[in-house]
């Protein structure tokens, strides 16, 4: 075996493994924005007992860490294309807001609120329903978006 045949299996296996990546981490971005938009229902929509907050409260932190955790993929995975984003300032804004309410949240919890109280507002409830709610909307569209792309490629190539 050469360095050739070796240097093209990784590059493949590479590809084969970015496209794996890229389908989870859209796939999870988008269970997080439809959990999102129904846990935000139920929080707003019905009466809730000290058992349901408390799994409301579960329930926003996993979202949370799913938002996390797909859009860091999509960031590895997808980097070229993202760099030429048009709003992607906005994006990364949010995507260090999101950061910023999980630190606050799970992360460093401990260390923002003895060493920095005046951060305390990252993990307010309401803050957290309009990031959750921001994020939702933005991946929702984003992948509506991708959709009626794809549906109109595709009925315009069969022509």
């Known amino acids: 075996?050469?360095?050739?045949?070796?240097?093209?299996?990784?590059?493949?296996?590479?590809?084969?493994?970015?496209?794996?990546l890229n389908i989870f981490a859209e796939g999870l971005i988008l269970l997080a924005s439809i959990a999102s938009l129904f846990v935000l229902i139920y929080q707003f929509g019905f009466q809730q007992t000290?058992?349901?907050?408390?799994?409301?409260?579960?329930?926003?932190?996993?979202i949370l860490l799913a938002f996390f955790i797909g859009i860091t993929l999509r960031y590895i995975v997808r980097f070229g294309e993202i760099i030429q984003e048009k709003l992607l300032y906005?994006?990364?804004?949010?995507?260090?807001?999101l950061f910023a309410v999980l630190s606050a949240k799970v992360f460093f919890r401990e260390v923002i609120q003895q060493s920095l109280?005046?951060?305390?507002?990252?993990?307010?409830?309401?803050?957290?329903?309009?990031?959750?709610?921001?994020?939702?909307?933005?991946?929702?569209?984003?992948?509506?978006?991708?959709?009626?792309q794809t549906r109109?490629?595709?009925?315009?190539?069969?022509?």
């Open 152 to 159: 109109i490629n595709r009925h315009c190539c069969s022509c």
């Open 1 to 20: 075996m050469d360095i050739k045949h070796i240097q093209f299996t990784c590059r493949m296996y590479w590809a084969n493994m970015k496209g794996i």
């Open 50 to 62: 000290s058992e349901t907050i408390h799994h409301l409260y579960l329930s926003r932190i996993y």
């Open 90 to 97: 906005l994006d990364i804004g949010i995507y260090f807001l």
């Open 117 to 148: 109280p005046y951060l305390d507002f990252l993990s307010k409830p309401l803050f957290v329903y309009t990031l959750m709610l921001l994020l939702s909307m933005i991946h929702l569209s984003r992948q509506t978006f991708t959709l009626m």
